[in-house]
């Protein structure tokens, strides 16, 4: 039986607009935030890249620039492999490495690393990378910032080289103190030998 009560009618229609606003209102949230989102993931100093199925699928400009490729779509559709050298730092080839740490970054939704890639004119250099696991229908995404440290690495290689030098000089150092040492004791006998050849010239100078 079709309820014909004229206030139950009205709530009905009241609810149904209500839904329908929270529904526009939901809907129109999330665009915002996709919105805000991409503003961000296009306007980041740091490279931004996402990949599903273990290749690229987009790439901010940073990443772009960072590569010095000429747009991105020298990125899109490429394993994280094929943008770096064949083999990283550790000797282990990039291609196996770089399956590993994205299976890391999927089974603890995050991780962090550093790693070589290299640029679009054949430069290597070095990045730390942030994976971070996004759900998506089906699966999930992998969100990648890459950190250019080059410069980091090259002030921890000064440093390293520096407190090398500071022991070789330390040892240096050493070798000469011991080395006086001795020569003192040579000096003092080879006086001692000469004041009792004061008599044998012929044999004084082979002792001064």
Not at 55 to 66: G, H, K, L, Q
Not at 85 to 112: T, V
Not at 185 to 208: F, K, M, N, T
Request: proline share 3%; hydrophobic share 35%; charged share 30%.
């Amino acid at each position: 039986m079709v309820n014909s009560d004229p206030d139950e009618i009205d709530r009905g229609v009241r609810r149904s607009q209500s839904e329908g606003r929270e529904a526009d209102s939901t809907e129109s949230a999330t665009q915002d935030s996709s919105d805000r989102y991409r503003v961000l993931f296009e306007n980041s100093a740091d490279a931004i890249l996402i990949s599903e199925n273990d290749t690229f699928v987009d790439c901010n400009a940073a990443a772009v620039e960072m590569l010095r490729c000429r747009d991105k779509t020298a990125v899109m559709q490429t394993h994280p492999s094929e943008l770096s050298p064949e083999i990283q730092p550790d000797g282990r080839r990039s291609f196996e490495k770089a399956n590993e740490m994205m299976a890391i970054a999927l089974e603890r939704g995050s991780h962090r690393f550093e790693w070589d890639h290299m640029r679009a004119d054949g430069e290597v250099f070095p990045v730390e990378v942030l994976l971070t696991a996004v759900p998506r229908e089906g699966g999930y995404s992998l969100h990648t910032v890459w950190h250019d440290i080059t410069e980091r690495k090259r002030l921890e290689n000064e440093l390293r080289h520096a407190h090398k030098m500071e022991a070789v000089g330390q040892l240096a150092g050493g070798i000469a103190h011991d080395f006086n040492n001795q020569l003192v004791g040579i000096l003092g006998y080879a006086e001692l030998l000469a004041s009792q050849l004061e008599d044998r010239p012929d044999l004084l100078e082979h002792v001064l």
